[in-house]
Structures are given as structure tokens and as C-alpha cells.
């Protein structure tokens, strides 16, 4: 408390009010793109960091309570800031600071009309997850949760005129409600048809459910929050959805609304819920470790470079959600300390996650721009081309593939650090469950960094496939400012962990009343447990990597002259070398296609030795469309086809119907 | 410095430093003089390697046209980080000041960090054997990394610690205890060993035919001083490798900082250990063929299950 009086909440609510503000700005200035650009993403941005700054202050505070005179009868909006929603609040200003200033840029050559449109709902985008954050009553949750689902529903089809964005964007609107509709039933179990007062979450704390109705309440819960964030099998929107948007877009939608729902989870399962069962985490484990590597092997063989960051996020999820898995059956066995180290893995991946996953699909629209094509087969050779892309990309590819000394190791390494710890659960079948898992962990942390190597690769190194990239140009600066904003955040994440570490113990401390104790023994050493078992410093690391290559690079140059010269590429001696014998996206994944074929649905055309116009034509596709979607939209349709059976349109078959049941009254009143 | 232990243990560090590279090439050189007794040639002796290393040393380095700066830079990090790699594992001595900072899954996120350089550098000139080269290394190495970590795991979760020096003591400082988990261990580490140095059967060292190479693939239009440092971190590789071999499965006679005594004995042991492993990787390799590459994800995949094996034997005997 300060002499003022004013709290984080004040600031926060501040913050989303000016997001609102903004967008409408955006829409009354839809005459002039260059002011919308150059004022109304900028200003956006500034809240961001304010917002993030906001979320810092509280992370370290009591949680603060606002109540708004507005709302339901009964049921006014309850806010609520506390550790937890603060963690994400930073999360979402860090990264959407990135992206606001990166949209400033991006945007510029849109049209105004719908330029303006575009910003509001950018905006309403933004301020409806702060207010997921916030919010403290079923009811201004589910506001908000809906408003994010539809204004993102607007961002995904800003180019509707194409129809395959209109297919994605309806998809992504079908699975979002069929999940709000699941998260709004959890609600309705857990307020235990205590009335509407009852809906607030304070009340809900209070509530002791029978482990019976806890579980259907988390199962509803898990499958509601779940269909956000992609976990297998409700992921099939996502790949198409996330590429659909505009770049910033798909960046935020990435890196940061899934988020909302593993926030979601966390909030439920944790704090709502008073009790939780192993089972639970047993399921969201085995569900985290087939999300991941379904996620990992689908982002190999994809060619779309959005695509296969879209395929990438669902391997992250899944990877954040092995983390609450674990973090939930270490709670529910006692083990506070692990289950503590295993959710700071899991809210820091997060974090991570925002920033890498934002850079990369940042970058991406900068290629987009520059070239016009997301199709990885097409481009090649822009190291050339845009220094500050690939540079700044770079850092997010050695990120994500969980590299030392960058911010996805730390995250990793956390990770594994809580699996190694965990020997002797009491149930046998979990102790046996944990180390197929840290297999499964490692399986797909390599495999990303496969994948990471072939986006990198195919895009920008080798020779240019295409001439008409030969004037490709860099990004703009405001693009230039975005993207080094999210790598200078990696980079940083990746040094200074235990800062970190430290802010997280305070929501350990509130979710599991169990802290990490060691980790913050020294600030140069990250070292959960004791140094004795443990410790990874970046920064001696960073400073070893360097000094050593420092020494190898002025050992070389003085010993020995530098002397070189350029001259073709000798390959072997082969001659007549062309750019289209280069791996394409779709040769680099081949092996992995072969390695895990019964996994996907494989079309493959291939030429015969007699064809005078040879074409190649293949397709690998997600098994569980058939299998599972299929199948359900034709019970559905079945279903529907019933029900129409009674619908004729026609009056007087109504009037029957009405006749029909008023004599059933009668006969039974 | 507020201690003589610490200088001294500094000095220890910079001591293994400068003789791990040094000595990783001679490593080399030995291998491949058993390989030429086993062939019934003569062999070239242990120095040839470093013969080789002057000579390219002294070349004028030929960079392709389209080459970029991450090409340029790729020789440097990787042989950095296999210079760092060597140099943390305790070979002579124990609670170096280098190994605090990284535990063994750093260890293997530094071997990562190289072979991402080296992929990405083979396919910067956009020839078609570099960009082979480099889809080969990473089938190889997505299913050889997490074997090693579970390896490691195995050896972790005995000694309860991460941190290679704690590993070493336990090993070395207890009594002979038969580890059956660590059985499963050590052939997926031998397996995993042959995988990432390019050696036979995943790969051959000495070879430039298309469709067997993959290390070389990767590194065909390195020339000079580049393609030296390359050259000498895969020595380095090699060494470091054996090194991990020895800290987990032999790791008798290692030393703490400051024991002067038993240093002599250390070296020792050390010498002959890396002379037994060097002939014996030279054995395995006469013995086998080279195999065909898609046969290789179903050695690293038996290598990876045998090392989840491992693990899952250590969780539910608790040894």
C-alpha cells in the first residue's frame, strides 16, 4: 500500500480500459491508417508494458479484490489480483509489447477501413484476456472468456474473402464453444446449486465437493480449457486457425491465449477445486505426452511455415501440461517441494513459450512481406536478404529448441530436474508412469530441435529457390523493434533465471503452500533442490561458452594467417549444382514421415518412368480427422436429420404440436 | 580469490583444459592405428592427426560464394563447445570449478547446441549432400539425445545428483556394487557413443561415398583452418565421449582438487582406460558393417529403449 492509495487492480483495470479506448480510437481514425499505425499500436504497446510492469508490482502484493457495481443482479463483477493472475498479466504485457510494436509496422500497407476494424478488435482481443486474468466470478469469467473467443474469431478471418480462412475460422468458433459451453457446466458444479451469489469464485473456494462431483467438475473443466489450448484430441483448429490470421495475431493467439487456458487449469484445479485426486494428474500427464509428441512429429513434416509453428504449439502445450500433471500428483502425494519445482517448470515454460513462439510468428509475417510466401519450399537463402530477421530468429530457433544458454533450456532443464527427483511415489503404477514420461519429455525436446533446424534451414539458408525473392528486403523498423524486444526477452530469461524462480515461489506458496526453498540460495546458480544435487548456472555457463571460443577465435587468428578466398561450392565435385536440389520442407521431414507412418494419413502421387510432365504430389495428414471428427459430424448430421423430422416449417403441423401437448397437460394435470 | 583451494582448483581446471586438447587428437590417432593393425596395415602412428591439423592449418581456406556469416562462425562455436564439454567431464579430478555451472543435461544441451551450428552451417551453401547431410545428422541425433539423457538419467538417479562430479564420487568411492539398471545403461551408451561420433554402423569417418556419409556430408565444403577446428572438435567429441564412458561405468582412481599424490596414479589410469576404450572401439568397428541408413532409427531406437529400460529398472528395483 502507497500513499495514495492505489492498488495494482486500479492499475490493471487502467490498463484494460485504455486497450478498449485504443480500439475505438482505431475505429474512429479509420480514415487514416498512417495514424492508427503510427499512434494507436504504439500507444497499445505502452500499455502493455504498463500492464506488465502492473503485474510485477502485484506479483510480489497481497491479493486485491474490486467489486463493480455492475454485472447480473445478485452477481455484481468481481475482480480479483493476485499472484497467479499477475504471473500472466506479465506474460500478456511482455509479449503483446512485442507484437503491438511489431503491428505498427506490419499493418501499414492495409487498407483503413479495415485497418480500424482490425485494431478494435486487436484491442478488445488484448483487454478481454487481462480480464480473463481478473476476473473473480463465473459470470465476468465467462464474459470475458467469450469476448476473447470472439474477437480473436474476427482476427483469424480478417482476409474472408479467401474460403479456406472462412472453414478455419469457423472450426476454431465451433470447438471454442463446445469448450466454453464445458467450462461454464464446471462452474454450474461447482457453485453446488448453491443460487447466484454462489457463482462467485470466493464462494466456490468454500464449497466441499464429494470426490465424485470434484472430478466431473475438473474432467468438464479439462476438456473445456483444453479445446483452448489444443490438447489432443480437441487440436485440430489450431493448425488451421493460427496460420489463417494476420502474424501479429497468430502470435498473440500462440503465444499467449493459450495460456489463458493452462491459467484456467491452474486456477481450477488448484484453487478452486479444495481437493484433487492422482488420477487426475495421471491423465493430464499421459494426455500432456501424446499432445507433445503428436505435436513434434505433425511440425516435422509440415511445409507451411505457420503451420508447422502452429504444430510446435501444440507440442508446447503438451509439454506445459505433463508439467501440471506432475505438479498435481506430486501435491496429492505430499511431495511439496517437487510439486512446487514442477509448477515454477510449468509457469516458466509458459513465459517462455509466449516469448519464443511470438518472435517466430513475428518473423514469419516479416517473410510473409517481404516475399509474399508461407510455403517453406519456396523461399531459401534470406539470411541474405534480411539480416535482422535472421539474426533475431536465429535466437528464437536456438530458444525453442531448448539450447543453452537461452530461456527453453532453463524451462527443460527445471523440467527434468522435477522428474529425476521424484523416485518413490507411493503408487507403484505412477513411479513406473514418470520415467516413460522424462523419455517421453526428451523424445520430443530433440525432435523440436529437428524440426527447428528444418524451419531454419529450408527458409532461410541455402540458395534462393525462387528469383523473384532476389529483392526480398528486411523488416521495417517498428517490425525491427517487436522482434528484438521478444529475442532480447529470451535471451534475458534464459541468464537470470533464479530472479525468476524467486517471483514464481510466490504463487507456489498460494496454489500448493509449498515453496522452493534452495533455488534461491545464490543468484548465480539455479539449484532446486541443493547444489550437492543440482545446479545450472547460465551466466558462468554463458561466460565459459564465450571465454573458450573467444580464446579458440584469437588463437587461430594469431598463430595462423587468415587468409581466404571465394569460389564456387564444390559439393563432392558434382557439377551444374541447382537451387531446386536443396531438401525442400517436404524432403527435410521425409525420414520422420517414415519413421511414424501409421500415425499419419499419407497420400503420395507419384510419376511413373513414362510421364512426359513428372509430378510429385504428397500429403500427410492427421489420422484422427477420419477417425474421430468424421464419424462425429455424421452423428450429428444423423442426429439433426432426426430432430428435422418434426421441423416441416409448415403452421398448422405446429398448431398440432401445441394441440397435441396441451391434451397431454390435461390428461396428466 | 578468497582460498587456496580455489586456486588450486582453478588451476586444476585450466590443467584438464589444456590437456584435453591437446591429447583429444592423439585419441583419434590411436583408434585408427588399432583399426590399421586390425586390417593388417601398418598405420600411420599416433601423431598423424596432428600432422594433418598443421597441414590444413597452414592452407588457404576456399569459402563458398553464397556462403554466409553463420558459416563462417560454425567452426568456432562447435569447436567451443566440444573444448567446454571436455573440459567440465572430471577425468583426472573431481569438483572442477567449470562443472557447477553445467550438470549433465547441460553437458548435453551443449552437444546440441553444437550439432544445431553444424546442421545449419551444412545447409547454408544449399548443395544437395549438405542439406542431406544435415537431415541425416538430426534423424540420428533425435533419437541418440535422448538415449544419452536417459543414460545419464540412470547414472543420476543412483547418485542422486546431476552433477557429474557427485556421480564420479559416489561411483568411485563406494564399494563394487553391480548396478543392473546401469548394465541396460552402458550398452545403450556404447550404442549411442557410435552413433554421434560417426563411427560404424551409423556411419563411416572415412568415406565420401553419397550414400553412406553423414558426418562428412555436412562438412564437405569446410576447408583449412575451418575444417581443422571442425576436425579437432570431432577428436574432442570423441574424447569427451570416452570421458563420459569412464566417469560413469570405470570411474576408479579419479582424484579430488588438491590430492597431489594420487595424481601420477590418476593420469595413469586414465591413459590406459583411454588407450583400452580407443582399442576397443576399434575392435567393434572391424567387427561390424556399416548399415544401411534407414536401418539406423531402428539401432538408436533399440539403443533408446534399452536405456528407458534401464531407467524404468532402477524404478522399480531402486538400484
Known sequence: MNGLGVLPI????????????????????????????????PAGACVSLALAACGFWALGSAANIAVLPLGLPDLPLHF?????????????????????????????????????????????????????????????????WETMALSSYFLVTTDHAIPDIRRAGFLYLLIAHVGAMAILLSFGVMQAGHGIAAYTFDAMRQVQLSSFWASVAFLLALFGFGAKAGMLPLHVWLPEAHPAAPSPVSALMSGVMLKMAIYGILRLTFDLLGTQIWWWGVLVLALGLLTAMFGVMFAAVQADMKRLLAYSSIENIGLLLVGIGLTLIFHVYGRDTLAALSLAATLYHSLNHAFFKSLLFLGTGS??????????????????????????????????????????????????????????????????????AAAGVALSAALSAYVMVKFYGVIFLGQRREN?????????????????????????LGLIPVFVIRKIDAISQMLLGAHLGNATASWMFLAPVDTHRASYGPLYFLLAVAGVMLLTVLLVRRLYHGRSRRGPAWDCGFPAQSARMQDTAEGFGQPIRRIFEPFFRIENELPTPFDTHPKYHGMSEDKLWGLLYLPLKGLIEKLSGWVSLLQHGRIHLYLAYTFVTLIVLLIFV | MRNPDQILAIVFQLTQLLLVVLAAPMLTGWVNLCQAWLQNRTGAGVMQPYRALNKLFHKDAVIADNASWLFRITPYIVFGCMWLAAAIIPIIAVDLPFSRAADVIALVGVFALARMFIALAAMDIGT???????????????????????????????????????????????EFVLYPSLAFASVAFVMVLLAENARIPVDNPSTHLELTMIHEAMILEYSARHLALIEWAASLKLFAYISIGIALFLPHGIVGVGNWSGLPLAVGLLLAKMMLAGAGLAVLEAMMAKMRIFRAPEFLGTAFLLAVLGLLIHFLLGA
Open chain 1, 10 to 41: 486500479d492499475v490493471a483495470g487502467g490498463a484494460i480500459l485504455l486497450w478498449i479506448v485504443s480500439g475505438f480510437l482505431g475505429l474512429a481514425l479509420q480514415r487514416s491508417p498512417r495514424l492508427i499505425c503510427k499512434l494507436v499500436f
Open chain 1, 367 to 436: 517473410i510473409l512481406h517481404a516475399t509474399g510466401e508461407r510455403n517453406m519450399g519456396q523461399l531459401g537463402g534470406l539470411i541474405h536478404h534480411m539480416p535482422w530477421v535472421s539474426v533475431l530468429m536465429l535466437v528464437g530457433v536456438l530458444a525453442i529448441s531448448g539450447l543453452p544458454p537461452l530461456n527453453g533450456f532453463v524451462s527443460e532443464w527445471l523440467l527434468l530436474q522435477a522428474f529425476l527427483l521424484s523416485p518413490g511415489l507411493p503408487n507403484s503404477y505412477v513411479n513406473m508412469l514418470v520415467p516413460v
Open chain 2, 128 to 174: 544437395s549432400f549438405g542439406s542431406m547431410g544435415a537431415r541425416r545428422e538430426m534423424l540420428v541425433s533425435f533419437l541418440a539425445e535422448p538415449a544419452l539423457l536417459m543414460v545419464l538419467f540412470t547414472a543420476s538417479l543412483i547418485s542422486q545428483s546431476t552433477q557429474l562430479t557427485h556421480i564420479v564420487e559416489t561411483f568411485a568411492h563406494h
Open chain 1, 468 to 492: 523473384a525473392h532476389k529483392h526480398a528486403h528486411d523488416a521495417g523498423i517498428w517490425e525491427r523493434a517487436g522482434l528484438l524486444w521478444l529475442a532480447f526477452a529470451c535471451v534475458v
Open chain 1, 80 to 144: 480479483r489480483l493476485d499472484p497467479l493472475s499477475a504471473f500472466f498479466l506479465i506474460l500478456l504485457g511482455g509479449a503483446s509489447f512485442g507484437a503491438s510494436l511489431f503491428s505498427a509496422g506490419y499493418f501499414k500497407f492495409m487498407a483503413g477501413q479495415v485497418l480500424g476494424l482490425l485494431c478494435l478488435e486487436y484491442h478488445l482481443f488484448l483487454a478481454s484476456m487481462a480480464m480473463v486474468l481478473l476476473a473473480d466470478d463465473a459470470y465476468s469469467f465467462m464474459v470475458a
